[in-house]
DNA sequence: GGAACTCGCCAC
DNA sequence: AAACGTGGCGAGTTCC
């Protein structure tokens, strides 16, 4: 696919974002390189021990058996005969192409053979010391790591990152997030800064779409779009989201509901995403099963109150909620994307806000989100533009050294802080808004600060 | 022996 | 009726 700006704001946009891009580039991201030796030989033997472990076991010899000295217990191939052809497991998914059973954790989980509990850990060691410490290190000089940001890679306009990818380094899993993040520091005597967009996603179709509830839900501070679907879903009048176990509910809804529907996602996939994170299985439900709630009921007693007392019943109630999320409450955003959807179906292409063409065939869920994704990276674009203006004209300390699609990593000195901080508020909050004026929702950053001379493991605020 | 593919997995 | 968007990258495998 071809991919370029199309117009000449666009381009204009990608054109100043090269630039402030390949300064942050060329200024590089400090690395402990004798800290990723370290490490790497700290999982090898790691690795080698679970390896020496596994070769103890039948079912490795059974391996053995079929593939003899070709057996690969890195190879995945293999293992889907092992388990699949030869033991005659009933595969619970196949491949994303559709050939032979998946061997991902989501299927390794479902199969009661304990060996595969050690596959897993040692697939996990070995993306930690592959993936990113070893490409630390591969692409350390003079002890930085100079990442590319690209632009013209990706079909929503938005931008991808390569040699390493600084895009990707792990959060979620906290062991690798510690491993991994461990390795990059910011020049003595500074400390990282990361100035995140707050949901810019849902700001960004509020500027599409105009939906005054959506609106609403990201002007008012006490809504809460997420604990209201969550109150919804799981059929409560009242949920406080600061017990832990409605915290749990928000989460689930939020992450198995809101963001897959937004993303073109239908109740019936949702539903076990859901049932997942409250921990009920997906057949007929008895007393005491799932989470429990404050009051020391569990949630399938709640439920079973409501009426709901299988899976297969929670997912007609969902489906309910689905038809009220798209034809009630956000009614006006259903009827953009609709529109949407048929101008582009006209038109044969689909323009942004900041002036990006997207042609070519595109599905309904494309048409949709490209926009959005597109745009929201464009507002995180143009303040980082912005920050290496005042950067270089005010000849700051300072540095920008990075972005990961919504938020921009800093290398801060810490008597230039406030102001930097400050800087980053005046942008997003007054000249973004003063530059596009179809931007229609207060855009806000959170800042995150690391220790002075501390890696990018935790931040000391927020 | 390298290119191109699949699979799995990390981020937003 | 159908049904989750965007990337990069390592290892294994297959093709030429």
């Keep these: 696919m071809k991919i370029e700006a199309t117009t000449a704001k666009a381009y204009q946009l990608v054109h100043d974002g090269i630039l402030a891009l390949a300064r942050a580039e060329r200024q590089g991201i400090r690395i402990d390189t004798e800290y990723c030796e370290q490490k790497i030989q700290h999982l090898t033997r790691k690795i080698q021990y679970l390896e020496k472990k596994l070769e103890d076991t039948k079912f490795y010899r059974h391996w053995q058996h079929i593939y ?30 559709g050939v032979q059973g998946a061997t991902d954790e989501a299927a390794l989980e479902q199969i009661n053979i304990p060996e595969l509990k ?70 003595p005597g500074h400390m990282l800064v990361e100035a995140d967009f707050s949901s810019i996603e ?6 599409y779409s105009k939906d005054p509830t959506m609106i609403n839900y990201v002007k008012n501070k006490k809504s809460d779009m997420h604990l209201d679907m969550a109150k919804q879903i799981f059929i409560f009048d009242k949920l406080d989201k600061n017990v832990p176990a409605h915290a749990i509910l928000r989460q ?18 949702n539903v076990k995403g859901l ?88 599905g309904k869920n494309e048409i949709m989100n490209y926009p959005i994704q597109g745009t929201a990276f464009h507002c995180l674009l143009k303040t980082f533009i912005l920050l290496d203006e005042a950067m270089r004209k005010e000849q700051w300390d300072t540095k920008l050294i990075g972005q990961i699609h919504d938020s921009i990593i800093m290398d801060v000195n810490p008597n230039e802080f406030e102001h930097v901080q400050l800087t980053a508020h005046k942008i997003v909050k007054e000249e973004l808004p003063a530059l596009w004026n179809w931007i229609n929702v207060p855009l806000n950053i959170e800042i995150d600060v690391y220790g ?5 493991v935790k931040p000391i605020t927020s």
């Excluded at 630390?136 to 938005?158: C, M, Q, W």
């Excluded at 390493?164 to 993040?181: G, S, T």
């Excluded at 002075?452 to 990018?456: A, E, G, L, T």
């Design 275 to 362: 049932a997942d994170w409250v921990k009920l299985p997906q057949s007929r439900w008895k007393s005491g099963m799932g989470v429990e709630l404050p009051d020391g009921r569990y949630i399938s007693d709640h439920l079973s109150t409501q009426g709901i007392r299988s899976f297969d019943k929670f997912t007609e109630h969902l489906k309910g909620v689905e038809n009220d999320f798209w034809n009630n409450r956000f009614k006006v955003y259903n009827a953009w994307r609709k529109a949407w959807v048929a101008e582009y179906r006209k038109k044969g292409y689909l323009k942004m806000l900041t002036g990006f063409i997207c042609s070519g065939i595109m």
């Design 68 to 97: 003899g000295r070709k057996t690969n217990i890195h190879s995945n191939h293999q293992l889907s005969r092992i388990l699949y052809k030869d033991m005659k497991i009933e595969p619970l998914k196949m491949t994303g192409k």
């Design 202 to 207: 849902v700001m960004l179709s509020c500027c």
């Design 452 to 456: 002075v001379d501390q890696s990018w």
């Design 118 to 187: 050690t596959i897993l850990e040692i697939r996990k060691l070995a993306k930690i010391k592959d993936t990113y410490l070893g490409a630390f290190l591969r692409e350390a000089s003079d002890g930085y790591i100079h990442p590319f940001f690209n632009l013209h890679t990706v079909k929503t306009h938005r931008s991808s990152s390569s040699c390493p990818n600084f895009q990707n380094v792990p959060k979620r899993d906290k062991e690798a997030l510690k491993i991994c993040r461990r390795a990059l520091f910011p020049r």
């Design 252 to 269: 689930a809804a939020k992450n198995a509901f809101v963001f897959p529907q937004f993303y073109g996602d239908y109740y019936g996939n």
